[in-house]
């Protein structure tokens, strides 16, 4: 375990602390606060201690045996203690006799926590340690309350191997000057430490962009190396896709029949780069709208979860036929299919949308992307990247909100995350349903056959913060964590794929990448990049060789 790995470190200090340490220590709290008098007079008339390590007084008062008890469990706690600082912090001072460890040690959190270190620095410091941290204090702080029992029970056991050099005479510490050097040095960082906490690692995990104002730091800041981060972005860069064209002149040749508007031309490659929720990096043009293809099947999926945690689909095993009856799953094959199965492509719903057939066969209709005939599986048996059946999908979600897709994620999404008004998605001309009397569009989950989101990579990014940031955004729950869990969570059968969100877990879509990383990936390279491990985003728009940018970008990271 090393004082880098945050993670890891939190785990283990958490458990320990609030599962069997945390009773413990109110133990200790009660025998070293409210019998502190008792103590020190049991302590005047005990024997020294045993060679067996075993702790007894000699008094009739019938808490010694509780005093034994917590001894024998101090002794635990003092030998967790000493391997985790014998492992974090003597050895980067091997060579420093224990007077300058502790002189120079202390200045140097001190410094940390009252913000004169660089923020990059800071902020890693901070965030990788505060747990440990108390854990530390509170550790040291419960073995001080008993120090004065013994001169020979902590010394030699503690510091020894704490500081295993031999010390000059000199420098060696009296028991009152450590216990005063520790306590005094412990109370500063526990109280700097909570200051600090709350400026450093709260905006770290909470800064949110207002509508008007998206904060910028430079690479040094968020823990970034400035070079390798410029030679990212010149990659980036250099690597436009040649696919689609930049009329859009090949869209049929590639798709099929159009069904939907298409602009006359689409934008360069550009993008942005987002650490710690602050603009890192950005180049060409990330103001431009323009449409973001099967990135939109991501923001159906984010409507979906809304369904989910406002109950309007009780249960995402549930048969979408329990709630919806238009025809479209009546057959006894479509009847089986659910929720789930329709967000991990798995639902092998059979039929058409919008002239379209299911099949995807024919050339006229699917231009290359034709599919080869197959046998048709159960629902939830089988993977299958169809737009087709992500149309359905889409289709019966308004019907459950019984309003536009499109306003139900203006009004709980893009409005709540203060994107743009620029964005708009474009429905098919013939793709209007009549609910409750009203004609309404339903959309698409992407610009096969036109139409779909058009959008700039500034609300796409803002978009990829709110889903690091477990659906969150400021003090609103946007979409529930348990769903933004599910999401990002491999099906049985997919190509290392969520809910409408491309996985890494398996290091084959991405290499180099970390497995916790996750995409929402539109053709034409048109990506939103996210990445918890490193808190990170990056949205790279008509992208080519997208693998390699992004481990340019992950590369670029110090701490």
């Given amino acids: 375990m090393h004082l880098t790995d945050g993670r890891t470190h939190y785990h283990l200090i958490y458990g320990t602390r609030h599962h069997e340490g945390l009773r413990v220590f109110r133990e200790v709290e009660r025998a070293a606060l409210l019998r502190q008098q008792e103590v020190r007079s049991l302590a005047q008339q005990r024997k020294r201690i045993e060679k067996t390590g075993q702790f007894e007084l000699y008094s009739a ?51 940390i926590f009252a913000g004169e270190a660089p923020e990059s620095e800071a902020r890693h410091v901070v965030s990788r340690s505060v747990f440990f941290l ?62 600090y906490q709350s400026s450093v690692i709260v905006n770290r995990v909470g800064y949110f962009p207002s509508r008007d104002n998206w904060e910028r730091r430079k690479p040094a800041d968020v823990g970034m190396d400035g070079a390798k981060l410029n030679d990212a972005i010149e990659f980036m860069k250099a690597h436009e896709t040649t696919t689609p064209a930049r009329d859009f002149s090949d869209q049929e040749i590639i798709f099929g029949k159009l069904l939907g508007s298409i602009p006359t031309e689409r934008g360069a490659t550009n993008g942005l780069i987002i650490r710690h929720g602050y603009i890192v990096a950005e180049f ?29 689909i009780p249960n995402l095993d549930d048969p979408v036929a329990n709630g919806i009856k ?98 708009k998605w474009v429905p098919y001309t013939n793709a209007y349903v009549d609910i409750d009397g009203k004609r309404m569009a339903s959309v698409s989950g992407g610009t096969r056959w036109g139409g779909g989101m058009w959008i700039n990579s500034y609300d796409m990014a803002r978009f990829g913060l709110l889903w690091l940031r477990g659906g969150k955004w400021g003090d609103r729950q946007i979409v529930s964590p348990s769903y933004v869990k599910m999401a990002t969570t491999p099906s049985a059968h997919g190509p290392d794929y969520g809910f409408l969100w491309w996985l890494n877990t398996k290091q084959r879509q991405w290499p180099g990448s970390p497995p916790t990383a996750y995409f929402a990936l539109g053709n034409g390279g048109n990506i939103i990049f996210i990445d918890p491990s490193h808190d990170l985003v990056v949205v790279w728009r008509w992208s080519a060789q997208s693998s390699e940018g992004f481990r340019r970008v992950v590369d670029a990271i110090t701490s």
Avoid at 78 to 98: D, I, Y
Avoid at 169 to 193: C, D, N, P, Q, S
Avoid at 285 to 311: E, N, W
Avoid at 400 to 407: A, G, H, T
Wanted: aromatic residues 10%.
């Fill in 284 to 312: 060409g043009d990330t103001l431009r709208p323009d449409p973001t293809y099967s990135v939109a099947k991501s923001m159906l999926s984010t409507v979906a979860g809304i369904a989910l945690d406002r109950g309007l």
């Fill in 326 to 423: 238009d025809g479209g799953y009546d057959s006894p094959h479509n009847r089986l299919v659910t929720w789930r199965n329709h967000l991990q492509q798995e639902s092998e719903w059979e039929g058409e949308m919008w002239g379209k057939n299911g099949n995807f066969l024919g050339t006229e209709g699917f231009g290359r992307g034709q599919m080869k005939p197959r046998a048709i599986q159960s629902p939830g048996a089988f993977y299958e990247y169809n737009d087709v059946r992500i149309n359905r999908f889409a289709m019966s979600l308004l019907r459950l909100f019984k309003k536009p897709i499109p306003d139900v994620f203006r009004d709980e999404v893009m409005n709540p995350i203060g994107a743009s008004t620029t964005w």
């Fill in 61 to 111: 008062d019938n808490h010694s045996g509780y005093l034994s008890k917590l001894r024998s469990r101090y002794h635990s706690s003092q030998q967790r203690l000493v391997r985790m600082l014998t492992q974090e912090v003597a050895p980067h001072a091997k060579t420093k006799p224990l007077s300058r460890r502790l002189t120079r040690t202390v200045p140097y959190w001190a410094t």
């Fill in 134 to 195: 108390r854990f530390l204090v509170r550790e040291l702080r419960h073995i001080l309350c008993l120090f004065f029992l013994s001169d020979e029970w902590m010394l030699p056991s503690f510091a020894d191997k704490l500081f295993p050099l031999p010390l000059q005479k000199e420098e060696r510490m009296t028991r009152t000057r450590l216990a005063l050097v520790l306590t005094i040095a412990l109370v500063a960082i526990e109280l700097a430490a909570a200051g």
